[in-house]
């Protein structure tokens, strides 16, 4: 009880309110796409409206408890059938229950203030609500005599289309809308679904705090259990010796030792009791890991929410996005009850968010141009989660126009990406990757929806963030996929344990390409690089001790033991010094306090109760790809600096997108300046650990770090307080301006200062080098 | 007592009562129930006048180092630490694992120039600070938690080593040796800044 001390009546009404708009809502779009559903349906409405009302009256909110009433009251209509649902209706009540839930969204001290200015928006709500049931009812004494209209027009009235059930053919939504399915069974099997789901969602809110000690207690419960397989291995042992000596004894016994006899039985006795004390303990230690396994199942799986419990927000969005669009969408969750890590689930609701308005704005057509394209004028748009290969797979997939890669292309050289020759060879994933580039948008009009500055670049930021992949197919006229892979969990990962400088370290298997031991004989040496021939190509050898930081020790001289990261666009092979196995690592997020550290994504703990850290594989490889592209390992610039004052002056370009990073690179080049990239801020920074340099030049949007951040840590740093430092974004406003020269950047250009020149201005005066 | 009550109706039966109640509330009182009521007032008093610290009183190498027990709250067997890929400050030893949190350890040793005897006698993870900025901190010994009324904590003296001295708010001193009284939020300061 004591957790519910800190909770006010006010907190409990927001609670309640909360959960039954979303009740509400999803009930009222349920039954806009179905009206014939009626009867069943209604039910739940009723007692959600009437549970607000009394909530609201139990706190004294006079202004709510009205609001609630006229709902219901028009719910009572419906059920006795003086009332029909159609699309107005639907508004009207949806009207309502926004009111409500942004009730259920305020503070106590706020209800005066709430009520005052939501006053008049409420009575016109409460006003058009008792107006309808009126009409209505009026119309229906008129029309007394003749038959009720069939319920099938008030689909047709129905401008879009709510299915949450994949069953449904899709040939049910063509042009003309087929009669509605017969009342019974689809009700039937939806009613079952919803008592199904009812148990489901039936939750209790879990402090994040509480629930962190709780994993870590299960995680100890396990650990301490394993200790008793210890204490059997000693008992057995001790076993192991009295046989011996009962050996012994017998031999003095044959001899005719008679005292013997007696030291005899008291071994006897003593091994009686030792195999009974194993017995007990073999039985100990099953129970013990049987509890804790399922206690930590357990407490992993309340982690676990099915997918449809993130997104109860969509079709509202969907439907009145395309209402307003003056599309027609069918909208279709499949695989709702997969489940799904609540922090990716939370993690997924935004860029999800913007990929389905996007498909609503951008990819699918309006209804006379799908007509004219020979489409049924109702797009379909399917969110679907399912799991495939350890992964989550989320994919958002619609009918619409698809992406026209011409128009792209011309857009990437209108940008000046990349010249018209280059573009004409982009094709699928490479094209498409360009819409992920910040600002990119391939809308020919701006329009309110999708507003200028937010684009994919901000969803793939997102899902790179929680350790995902995100990629678009599409093909001209036929529609687009958005394909989100993520994590399934967040909370256990399958790692390679590696031992480098006497620590052990996790790799996350499912980045690994694979771990092998080289023979000294098949390494080759090229101008101070060592390689080695792997499926047909020439791998390059790092030592991960190195790259980690940690001494460099001497593993076995003969065979290297390598693990492969990578992807075919390019792998290298990490020498450690030797494998650990494989396990299944709980990770835990490292302390907040040692900020990011390079080349470390989380930590854990191994069996024996020590630490480890898991390898953010991602970074490991950003890092190597820097080391051997630049033929030689970061740091050793140093030795050339003061050697050579003539030298030519280092810049580090920090950019996450690739087109202009190497837009950036050329230009310094040309310059005469040497050039070295990093892909983001935390790149960035640890190249600035190593090297030497006298300029940075560095994007603000970029995944992990970002420009600010890398800004504010580059002046906080005795070394680097100095270094002249340009931010070049695609922000532009003012206030963007004043962040980046507040954080401490020597000059704020946009993308666009490349072709002015005064990105080359700028670079020449803050170097100080002559034109 | 109420004399009148209708269970001591009469009157001889009263006097005896009487009399054996003054004998029970007269008997002298043991040795052993007088000093547990002198502690137990003695304790009531502190708590009213929060006059007395109670500290953690531990050795690292030849220093005897007091935390304040509010501040350090469990003591752990040593546990493994292993090493932080690029974190090189000096007064970070690594992460270990307590209680099944994995924390960051210190070297109290290093930060305090102190001299680490080659073969600690009973060596001890003192766990210090608030549960989100939690450190372990290896000692050589865990002498135990004393209480020191404020007013015996004398000003450091000049003679201890000048690193220590910064960080050491008062020395207390037990049956002759002398224990530095750590500056707990400064200490937590100090060795969070090297995290980064």
Redesign the interface.
């Known amino acids: 009880m004591s957790d519910l001390g800190g909770f006010s009546m006010f907190d409990l009404f927001r609670e309640e309110a909360e959960t039954h708009c979303a009740s509400l809502e999803s009930g009222l779009l349920k039954l806009e796409a179905n009206p014939t559903d009626g009867g069943v349906a209604i039910e739940p409405l009723m007692r959600a409206a009437h549970s607000v009302k009394g909530a609201a009256r139990i706190i004294g909110l006079d202004i709510a408890v009205g609001l609630a009433h006229a709902m219901e009251d028009v719910f009572v209509a419906v059920q006795d059938g003086k009332e029909t649902l159609v699309s107005e209706r639907v508004d009207q009540l949806l009207a309502g229950t926004d009111l409500l839930r942004s009730l259920s969204k305020i503070d106590e001290a706020a209800i005066e203030g709430w009520s005052i200015e939501h006053k008049p928006k409420i009575t016109e709500t409460i006003t058009a609500l008792e107006a309808s049931i009126a009409v209505v009812v009026a119309a229906a004494e008129v029309v007394v005599q003749a038959p009720a209209p069939p319920p099938e027009t008030e689909v047709v009235e129905t401008e879009l289309v709510v299915e949450e059930s994949a069953e449904v053919p899709a040939a049910a939504f063509a042009e003309s809308p087929a009669p509605p399915p017969a009342s019974d069974a689809p009700p039937t099997s939806e009613a079952a679904l919803s008592r199904e789901q009812d148990e489901e969602s039936r939750t209790v809110r879990v402090d994040s705090s509480r629930l962190e000690r709780m994993m870590?207690?299960a995680?100890?419960v396990m650990i301490t259990s394993r200790r008793f397989q210890g204490i059997r291995a000693q008992a057995a042992d001790f076993d192991h010796r009295l046989e011996g000596m009962e050996g012994g004894v017998g031999a003095a016994l044959r001899d005719g030792h008679e005292p013997l006899r007696e030291l005899r039985r008291e071994i006897d006795e003593g091994r009686l009791a030792v195999a009974g004390l194993i017995s007990d303990l073999d039985g100990l230690l099953r129970r013990t890991e049987e509890i804790s396994a399922d206690l930590y199942g357990q407490v992993l799986g309340s982690r676990m929410r099915p997918f449809e419990d993130g997104g109860h927000g969509f079709p509202r969005m969907i439907r009145d996005l395309a209402k307003k669009l003056g599309k027609k969408v069918r909208f279709e969750v499949q695989g709702g009850r997969t489940r799904v890590d609540r922090e990716i689930l939370a993690s997924l609701e935004a860029p999800l968010t913007h990929v389905l308005r996007n498909a609503v704005d951008h990819g699918i057509e309006l209804p006379d141009v799908r007509r004219a394209a020979g489409k049924p004028e109702t797009a379909t748009l399917v969110l679907e989660a399912r799991h495939h290969a350890g992964m989550l797979l989320v994919r958002v997939r619609e009918d619409g126009g698809g992406i026209n890669p011409e128009s792209l292309r011309r857009k990437i050289v209108e940008r000046g990406f990349v010249d018209e020759t280059m573009a004409a060879r982009l094709e699928g994933p490479e094209l498409h990757d360009f819409l992920f580039l910040p600002g990119f948008s391939t809308a020919a009009a701006i329009t309110e929806v999708s507003g200028r500055g937010v684009g994919l670049d901000v969803v793939q930021s997102m899902v790179h963030e929680v350790g995902g992949a995100v990629r678009v197919e599409s093909t001209l006229g036929v529609g687009t996929t958005f394909e989100l892979q993520l994590p399934v969990t967040r909370s256990v990962v399958r790692a390679a344990l590696v031992e480098v400088d006497g620590?052990?370290f996790g790799l996350p298997l499912a980045r690994l390409s694979r771990v092998t031991r080289v023979p000294a004989s098949e390494i080759t040496t090229i101008e101070g690089r060592r390689q080695f021939q792997y499926e047909g190509g020439m791998i390059g050898l790092i030592r991960f001790a190195t790259l980690?930081?940690?001494p460099e020790t001497e593993g076995d001289p003969d065979v290297e033991s390598v693990v492969v990261v990578g992807d075919s666009t390019g792998r290298c092979g990490l020498v450690v010094d030797r494998f650990l196995g494989e396990q299944d690592l709980v990770v835990?997020r490292l302390?907040p306090?040692?900020?990011r550290?390079?080349?470390?994504g989380a930590?854990a703990?191994l069996e024996?109760?020590?630490?480890?850290?898991i390898l953010d594989v991602e970074d490991v490889l950003k890092s190597i790809r820097q080391l051997l592209g630049d033929g030689r390992l970061r740091g050793t610039g140093r030795d050339r600096v003061s050697s050579d004052a003539a030298r030519a002056k280092r810049v580090l370009v920090v950019e996450d997108s690739i087109t202009v990073r190497e837009v950036e690179r050329q230009i310094l080049v040309q310059m005469g300046l040497e050039v070295e990239t990093a892909v983001d801020g935390v790149d960035g920074w640890?190249a600035l650990?190593a090297g030497h340099y006298d300029l940075v030049v560095t994007d603000i949007d970029m995944p992990r770090m970002n420009g600010i951040e890398l800004v504010t840590t580059l002046r906080a740093d005795e070394r680097f307080k100095t270094i002249p430092v340009v931010v070049v974004s695609y922000k532009d406003r003012e206030a963007d301006r004043l962040a980046g020269m507040q954080a401490g950047a020597d000059a704020y250009l946009t993308k666009g200062s490349f072709r002015e020149g005064s990105f080359v201005t700028t670079v020449r005066d803050l170097l100080g080098i002559e034109a | 007592m109420n004399e009148q009550s209708p269970l001591n109706g009469d009157g001889g039966d009263a006097t005896s009562s009487r009399l054996a109640m003054d004998r029970l509330l007269e008997r002298p009182i043991s040795s052993a129930a007088l000093d547990e009521n002198t502690r137990l007032a003695a304790q009531r008093h502190e708590e009213v006048e929060a006059d007395e610290l109670t500290i953690l009183i531990t050795r690292i190498g030849d220093e005897w180092l007091g935390f304040d027990a509010r501040f350090a709250d469990r003591v752990h067997e040593p546990?493994?630490i292993?090493?932080?890929?690029?974190?090189?400050s000096e007064h970070l030893a690594g992460?270990?694992?307590v209680?099944?949190?994995?924390?960051?350890a210190a070297r109290l040793d290093l930060l305090l120039d102190l001299v680490r005897d080659t073969s600690p006698a009973e060596p001890r993870f003192v766990v210090v600070g608030p549960p989100d900025?939690r450190w372990a901190i290896p000692v050589d010994e865990v002498e135990g938690m004393v209480r020191v009324p404020r007013a015996m904590i004398i000003d450091p003296p000049t003679t201890i080593s000048a690193s220590l001295h910064r960080h050491t708010v008062g020395l207390i001193s037990l049956d002759g040796r002398l224990a530095a009284l750590l500056d707990s939020a400064r200490l937590l300061d100090l060795l969070?800044r090297g995290?980064?």
């Open positions: 870590q207690l995680g100890e620590e052990p980690l930081g940690l835990r302390d306090r040692f900020g550290v390079p080349h470390v930590s703990m024996d109760g020590s630490p480890l850290f640890n650990q | 546990a493994i292993r090493r932080v890929p690029h974190r090189n992460v270990a694992a209680d099944g949190e994995i924390v960051p900025r969070d995290l980064r």
